[in-house]
């Protein structure tokens, strides 16, 4: 196994280095231009999930496609926007869509604007998703709060760290044991249970597959053995490189469907049911992250 930062050892199109330092600055320094707000929170919002951002005060919104060096979003569900305002009585800026790797996007544009959130001022990343439940007890509608994941692409080789690392940011080999921040988790867990969504939080594992079809049932099956509860198209690599950053991170799962594990289940699921899962929860996943944002100080960390 080589350990080095050669090139020959850089899937083509897959390096975070593919965008140069300078690229990410030119990037936050326009949009710091163009806004008065300086956030410490950053948002992303999942499939279904933009109305996260309507909730924030203050506005200013800017499309992906006017914003320098800014991948575009192709993917229904997915608006398009960066949006600044305040939330909880605090800065935050958020995405309204997401990219993902089944849209040809390589690792290093995936995982782009999460570089610009560090530069931007960001300590803690709120990453949210719609995922199919793996659990047997699991139920659509259900929220699951990540405590681990299991990357797949990232142990196939696919990973937004490979090519030559930027010490500007973090470490060669950055640890992924504490990624989901336990504080975070906590002070979700204690909100859902203040406002009587203990019910249907669950807190569980989360697996990241390619896509962008769904997965068969064999596939799901392993998925299962290997100790995911959830499982869906995104997430993984905004975290690995949040955690590279030093970003405090809470994932959020949204349960839209089941994934089939049995061969004779007829159900099948189907990208615009998952859309109407996520329209329906919207409001609770709104009330949730409100609530926790006003909970952080200014540094992140819990407020006293």
């Known amino acids: ?44 919002c999942g499939s279904g999930l933009g109305a996260l951002a309507d909730a924030l005060k203050s506005q200013d919104s800017f499309s992906y496609t006017d914003i320098p060096h800014f991948p575009q979003s192709t993917v229904q569900g997915h608006a398009g926007r960066l949006v600044f305002g305040e939330l909880g009585g605090k800065a935050c800026v958020c995405m309204q869509g997401r990219f993902h790797m089944y849209e040809g996007h390589s ?81 979700a867990l204690d909100i859902c249970k203040s406002r009587g969504y203990s019910q249907f939080v669950q807190e569980g594992v989360y697996c990241m597959v390619g896509g962008p079809n769904f997965e068969t049932i064999a596939e799901a099956r392993l998925l299962h053995k290997l100790g995911a509860d959830a499982v869906g198209m995104s997430t993984a690599p905004e975290v690995v490189s949040a955690s590279h950053c030093g970003l405090k991170v809470l994932g959020l799962s949204l349960i839209t469907n089941r994934v089939t594990k049995d061969y004779e289940d007829t159900e099948s699921v189907d990208h615009g049911k998952v859309l109407g899962v996520s329209k329906m929860r919207s409001e609770t996943l709104q009330g949730l992250v409100s609530e926790l944002v006003a909970q952080l100080d200014i540094n992140g960390t819990t407020a006293e």
């Open 107 to 187: 690792l290093g544009k995936v995982t782009f604007p999460v570089r610009v959130f560090k530069l931007l001022g960001v300590e803690t990343l709120i990453v949210t998703n719609a995922a199919g439940s793996l659990a047997n007890s699991y139920k659509t509608g259900d929220i699951m709060i990540i405590k681990d994941h299991i990357n797949v692409p990232g142990l196939a080789g696919l990973n937004p760290l490979i090519g030559p690392n930027d010490e500007k940011f973090g470490p060669r080999f950055p640890p992924m044991s504490g990624a989901y921040d336990k504080a975070l988790r906590r002070m």
């Open 1 to 44: 196994m080589c350990l080095n930062s050669c090139s020959s050892c850089v899937p083509e199109g897959n390096s975070s280095m593919e965008t140069s330092h300078d690229e990410y600055l030119q990037t936050a320094e326009w949009l710091l231009s163009h806004t008065a707000h300086r956030p410490k929170v950053g948002v992303i």
